[in-house]
């Protein structure tokens, strides 16, 4: 596996494999790497012919106040996990060649981003829309693969690869989680543990939510209120949002039907940490355990 930290090394090498007919597939990440991004690597490797995974921490998408100084940063430790995942490239690029001084080019996909995180974290998917337009011109893939996990960003970026006619096939991976059902994220290492068993609210809240939904419940407001009221009696847990909405347009929606998927998105924060978790009522269940689990 070779490290690549500059642009232009980047864009030589996919210029090359492109050249010689490879299939790219790419998994972006901001690194503290975990099963989840495993999960989508894997994946990666059985449609591609070449791996290429990026890590780069994106100031543009932290808000001020947010953890971009704490987050989790160890590319020694990122690299050794995944040098035996069949990684062929690690494409860690720095800030200033990312974003130089006189940097003025965004790109926002509108609407899609002012909606459940957008309304707390505003800027926040301007800055992923940006980085992840940047990362695929670098590497240009044929594949690109997200986790559901971060269920509004991958149909944020579904609809910017659309919008902006990018030349990628997007993949989106199912949410791994714990053997007690939290969903992995890089954030979870925030948490004590109290709140890590506090954190399971999340999941339960979306359990409750599908069973309603299963035994025939059809007003939204009712499903959101059940799913409200497990959250709010876990004391560790402060809601930042509990939603049911389109899975594509991430519209509400009011009366659940049989044929309709609906997602069940939530914000939840344990502690200071802020979580989501996310749930497609009236399909199969869309996440897996990780394997260090099983
Ligand atoms: O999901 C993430 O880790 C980030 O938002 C992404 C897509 C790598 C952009 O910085």
Redesign the pocket.
Known sequence: MEIVNRIPRMQAISRRLRKEGKKIGFV???GALHEGHLSLISRARTMSDVVVV?I?V?PI?FGKGEDFDKYPRDLAKDAELVTDRGVDYLFAPNRDEVYPKDYSTYVLVEDLSDKLCGLSRPGHFR??TT??MKLLNIVRPNFCF??QK?GQ?AVI?KRMIRDLCVDTEMVVCPIVRDSDGLALS?RNIYLNKEERSAATVLFRALNKGKQLFEEGETEAARIIAAMQQVIEAEPLARIDYVALVDPETLEDVYVLEEDRKVMAAVAVYIGSTRLIDNMIFGEKPTFTYSEEDL
Do not use: A, E, K, W
Request: proline share 6%; glycine share 12%.
């Open positions: 972006p990440t901001m990026s780069f994106n998408q800055g992923v980085v992840v997200f986790g971060d960003q970026i890089s």
